[in-house]
């Protein structure tokens, strides 16, 4: 059974361009979360999708950016018009619905790293 | 959600007993203590997860005192693969979402 999975690994794009960042959760999980990482800091929630439902997006800028979760394929987190504050490790994570009482472990993908130049 | 204090970094050598202590003044009833394991270029990794007292698995051990205002991971015989930023999170158990809460971690460093 795959983990989750990221891509691209590593994206760069120009001001103003738009980043596109792709996320497959583990098989069987039907919940998908967003971080963003600086450099030498921790990880900073972002948004927590399930499928075709956006559950919590506290943590998402509240303009250029949007995530999606389609009924078939992968969760989108999308960055239009990107700025050089952008750059950033980009980590996706998933779990599976639980029950009452389960623990929500999140299982992290490798991570996306945005340069923006 | 509960703020935790742990180190900044720590050294140790291969072969030696790493505790890496962090600190939850504020812990609610319902919180669970989680630590994760991050290595460099790679997404956090779940090692262990306890409420109170001790808890085991095959990659650390969690101690966890009475009042649980604080909590241990314990690492036995560190290899230099252990080498990684390890994070403390006190959070709700919420079934199904919990929105995890990273600090900036204790950097270990493993040497020969």
């Known amino acids: 059974n795959a983990g989750v999975m990221q891509n691209p690994r590593h994206l760069v794009r120009r001001r103003g361009q738009e980043a596109r960042l792709r996320c497959s959760p583990m098989?069987?999980?039907?919940?998908v979360y967003w971080y963003r990482q600086l450099p030498e800091e921790g990880l900073k929630f972002m948004v927590y999708?399930?499928?075709?439902?956006?559950?919590?997006e506290s943590g998402m800028p509240k303009e250029r950016f949007s995530a999606e979760f389609p009924k078939e394929g992968p969760s989108i987190l999308r960055i239009q018009q990107v700025v050089r504050g952008d750059s950033a490790a980009y980590f996706c994570?998933?779990?599976?619905?639980?029950?009452?009482?389960?623990?929500?472990?999140?299982?992290f993908g490798p991570g996306t790293r945005l340069t923006v130049l | 959600l509960a703020k935790t204090t742990q180190p900044i970094s720590m050294d140790s050598y291969e072969g030696q007993e790493v505790n890496i202590t962090c600190s939850h003044n504020?812990?609610?009833?319902?919180?669970?203590i989680t630590w994760y394991q991050q290595f460099p270029s790679q997404g956090p990794r779940f090692i262990i997860q306890?409420?109170?007292t001790k808890v085991t698995n095959e990659v650390a051990s969690l101690f966890i005192p009475a009042d649980r205002k604080s909590s241990t991971l314990s690492l036995p015989r560190v290899s230099l693969s252990d080498t990684a930023v390890y994070y403390c999170?006190?959070?709700?158990?919420?079934?199904?979402?919990?929105?995890?809460?990273f600090g900036t971690g204790t950097r270990l460093l493993v040497s020969p």
């Open positions: 994570a998933s779990s599976p619905y639980l029950a009452s009482g389960d623990t929500d472990t999140q299982y």
């Open positions: 098989k069987g999980h039907s919940h």
């Open positions: 999708l399930q499928k075709e439902n956006i559950i919590d």
């Open positions: 504020n812990i609610a009833t319902n919180d669970y």
């Open positions: 306890g409420y109170k």
């Open positions: 999170l006190v959070g709700d158990r919420n079934p199904g979402f919990q929105k995890l809460v």
